[in-house]
């Protein structure tokens, strides 16, 4: 790495044409001034300003920001530049985040709603109709266990099917038969 300011520039140009990965040349700069931080440290923020920090990956300038050497942290291109930019996409992301939903599935009922399956939206308060079972479900329990829906007996009814709520639109599937059946029973999730 005996390379003087002006070739190590074009060195780093010369890899940007061929590798557009900020992350690797980042890398490859301070592998560059740390060989020889005394003489080198000079051209820091000359170099730096070759990166496009908004090309740099959130964990590559996560990893950066928190786990830097302190020489690294005391530069102005640290303090103005990549600490803004890391705090700008924190905030992003936080923002982005999606919102939390308070929703319950109804399924069955009397009458003309024997198979219909509704999902009730607290916070909207609305209803929306998704698949309907393959029985009839009067006095059913139903539970979720790890995003799949089961639902069990109810009026002349043994049989226990499943909702796999990762499909988007997916039907419900037979998966036992009760000995008999099961009407107004109660259902609780154990171990999960």
Known sequence: MELFVDEAEALIALKQQQDSCQDSIFRTILNWIKHDFKQRQQFIEQLFQLIDVKKLLTAFLEEVVEKSEKWIKR?????????PEYIARIKSNLVQAPEATFEFMIVGGRHGTRKLV??????????????????????????????????????????????????????????????????????????G
């Open 75 to 83: 530069t102005d291109y640290f303090l103005d530049i990549l600490t």
């Open 118 to 191: 509704q999902i009730y939206d607290v916070v909207g308060k609305h209803l929306r109709e998704i698949t309907p079972t393959l029985y009839e479900r009067v006095g059913s329990t139903s539970v979720k266990i790890n995003n799949h829906v089961y639902t069990a007996g109810g009026v002349d009814s043994n049989i226990v099917e499943c909702l796999n709520l990762n499909q988007v639109d997916g039907d419900w599937y037979k998966v036992a038969s009760m000995k008999e059946q099961r009407w107004r029973a109660a259902s609780a999730v154990l171990n």
